[in-house]
């Protein structure tokens, strides 16, 4: 069936580097992405829609500049995570739609700890 | 703006009993409702969905939710639970054609002997 990875599932980064975390569809072709981000106990929150070939769509008080997305292909978006805090830390995961049915697949998610 | 709510924080349940899972929404229009479910640290794997049709929907694992439009309700239900089931239960809502989703806060199931 149709799956979506992310990568790297863990990343451990250090305060102000940038870090970028990987969304791809592995067997179906995804115009549309979408990352969210989760702290811990709490509930998924989304960040951003992700269309290939264009800007992407920010959700209100997500900072653009932080979060940067690129969906360069129909297979494959890229969430950067640019001069981390840790107040960044938290479990990033996308999704897409297709497969049977169009199914909203979500990736395994991504941890990122920033210290 | 649509919004989902999922009383239930924490269930604790004996295994081989039955489950009920609650979840209300809000919605302008005719809702697309999932459930799915988190073990930890893990990713969401989907239970089941509906959109149109019969208001029981079967899904994966023995889980059914029946969508009650009078009550705006999507309840998961299941009749024996396992201890593998113990894990997070996400209600979701979002528009057809659309993927994207507002998620309830989670209800997270433990399971005991």
């Known amino acids: 069936g149709a799956v979506v990875s992310q990568h790297p599932s863990w990343v451990i980064c250090k305060s102000g580097t940038s870090v970028k975390i990987e969304c791809r569809s592995l067997?179906?072709?995804?115009?549309?992405m979408f990352w969210y981000r989760q702290f811990p106990k709490q509930s998924l929150m989304l960040m951003a829609t992700s269309n290939e070939g264009s800007k992407a769509t920010y959700e209100q008080g997500v900072e653009k500049d932080k979060f940067l997305i690129n969906h360069a292909s129909l297979t494959l978006s890229t969430l950067t995570v640019t001069s981390a805090h840790p107040e960044d830390s938290s479990f990033y995961i996308c999704?897409?739609?297709?497969?049977?049915?169009?199914?909203?697949?979500f990736g395994e998610g991504s941890w990122l700890t920033v210290v | 703006a649509q919004s989902v709510t999922q009383p239930d924080i924490h269930i604790t349940v004996s295994e081989g009993a039955s489950l009920e899972l609650r979840c209300n929404y809000s919605y302008g229009a005719t809702p697309y409702l999932f459930w799915y479910v988190q073990s930890p640290g893990q990713g969401l794997q989907l239970l089941l969905k509906?959109?149109?049709?019969?208001?029981l929907v079967q899904g994966i694992k023995g889980f059914e939710a029946e969508f009650k439009r009078s009550q705006s309700s999507f309840n998961l239900r299941k009749p024996s639970v396992h201890w593998s089931d113990a894990a997070e239960y996400f209600c979701?809502?979002?528009?057809?054609?659309?993927?994207?989703?507002?998620f309830g806060t989670g209800t997270r199931l433990t399971i005991i002997p």
């Open positions: 067997d179906f072709q995804a115009t549309t």
């Open positions: 999704s897409a739609t297709g497969g049977l049915g169009n199914t909203i697949y």
């Open positions: 509906y959109f149109s049709g019969d208001t």
């Open positions: 979701a809502v979002g528009a057809f054609g659309n993927e994207k989703l507002t």
